[in-house]
């Protein structure tokens, strides 16, 4: 099986998807730093980064149900054009002086529910595009060209704020979504779960259905049409088994990593380093991720168990690890396999969840995925202010060690190894079949 980039489809995608992501950081940067710089106030900017995390979350639940009865292609388009509308309003309110922190909030926030409207059919065609075997290195590549991305950008975003000024900044970022909006509509849509012709339109039948169907979701009241969609959709997750666990898996990262970012800080300061100290302890799980994503593109395997069992008991053992750190340098590499150990079980979870999910329901499936694995991160955050004060380190990332220990196992229980092993199968069985119609084509 060819590597994914080979595909010119998902190409395609994956250039326009990665140009969509530098508009957002760009912008990202530009109004924070607008926002420091007019206010004089450090938590002005934890502010609009709050903002931008929390509504956007509001909106993700209808966009995912409407990602899956509408073209793909065309919400990611029009997704990509209306995120050309925030960043251009704000630098015409800054050339005009009358750009406040007050509008840069309603700004963010109203970008931000319409990015996560449309998001769920940008991140539901990926997989569309892709045969099952394909996930894992489409994953990997699709979140770590987006991690090289996040590091690239911020500094350039910096450097197009100090060179040409905000205003000037935000009008690059809405040419970047330009791009973005127009290379996405060069990307073929497949039709997931529905029969097309040897003339290559649908028969009589299917349009006579769908013209039903279309009068029957027109005398649909308000929820029917959307909430209970996603009431079915999260019962869905939480009846299959390996859906089960994979979110409880990745929900428990998202609620005991997040706060780590917080916490190297004042760790760092306790091994003796200073501000450098602190960068390093970053860069050691930056490093780690992108050593798994660099390996887990080109790498492919059938087996998911050997990874997500492997991964996670590493990133158990490694922050254990930095309990008898005693400087800057064994605690670095000890981040840096677990932010390898991250990837490597995110990566096969994300490519395990996605196996398993019908593709007529992906869109409605990823977004709730997101928001119900979202919500655990400010609770992490949380957790870890009241951890940083009443417990030291030592006993914070020895608990967080044991939990991610005690949840590898859950992967060895006899009935989810047996499911991801159904699972493997199922899907080994279902590649062959596209090899050899492929062939056969």
């Known amino acids: 099986m060819s590597h994914p ?63 899956d ?29 009358h750009l406040s922190f007050g509008l840069v909030m309603a700004i963010v926030a109203i970008d931000n529910l319409i990015s996560s409207f449309f998001a769920p059919a940008n991140n539901a065609l990926g997989p569309l595009l892709l045969t099952t075997e394909q996930y894992s290195q489409g994953a990997a590549m699709t979140q770590g060209m987006s ?54 339109r649908g028969s009589e039948q299917d349009t006579a259905s769908g013209y039903g169907a279309v009068e029957a979701e027109a005398r649909m009241s308000l929820r029917e049409q959307w909430i209970d969609p996603m009431v079915a959709t999260v019962r869905m997750l939480f009846s299959v088994p390996l859906l089960a666990a994979a979110l409880f898996m990745v929900g428990l990262l998202n609620f005991i990593l997040s706060p780590i970012g ?29 050593l798994g994503y660099a390996i887990f593109t080109t790498f492919r395997s059938s087996r998911s168990l050997p990874f997500i069992f492997g991964g996670s008991l590493v990133m158990g053992l490694s922050i254990g690890a930095l309990a008898w750190a005693a400087n800057l340098l064994p605690a670095i590499i000890a981040l840096g396999l677990a932010g390898f150990g991250a990837v490597a079980v ?50 914070i990332f020895i608990t967080i060690s044991g939990f991610l220990v005690v949840a590898s196992l859950l992967w060895l229980w006899p009935s989810i190894a047996r499911a991801v092993r159904a699972a493997e199968l199922v899907l080994e069985t279902g590649d062959a079949a596209e090899t050899a119609a492929a062939k056969t084509a």
């Open 5 to 67: 980039f080979k595909n010119p489809n998902f190409r395609t995608y994956l250039i326009a998807r990665l140009f969509g992501a530098l508009g957002s950081y760009m912008m990202e940067v530009a109004l924070m730093w607008w926002a420091l710089e007019a206010t004089g106030q450090n938590d002005s900017v934890a502010w609009v980064a709050l903002t931008m995390s929390v509504v956007g979350t509001l909106a993700s639940p209808f966009g995912g149900v409407l990602a």
């Open 147 to 200: 991690k090289l991305l996040r590091m690239a950008s911020m500094p350039l975003g910096g450097l197009l704020v100090a060179g040409l000024g905000v205003a000037a900044t935000l009008l690059v970022t809405v040419s970047v979504y330009l791009v973005a909006a127009s290379m996405v509509r060069f990307v073929e849509e497949p039709r997931a779960g529905h029969a097309v012709s040897d003339s290559g």
């Open 346 to 395: 995110g990566v096969h979870l994300d490519a395990l969840a996605i196996k398993v999910i019908p593709k007529e329901f992906m869109g409605r499936a990823l977004s709730m995925i997101g928001v119900l694995l979202n919500g655990l991160g400010p609770l992490g955050l949380v957790a870890a202010g009241i951890a940083l004060r009443t417990l030291s380190f030592s006993t």
């Open 262 to 290: 917080v916490m190297m800080a004042p760790y760092a300061k306790s091994l003796g380093g200073g501000a450098e100290g602190y960068g390093l302890l970053l860069a050691g799980i930056t490093a780690g991720e992108l």
């Open 69 to 97: 009865r509408a073209n793909k292609v065309g919400l990611a388009s029009v997704g990509y054009a209306l995120s050309m509308v925030a960043p251009a309003a704000a630098a015409a309110l800054l050339l005009s002086g």
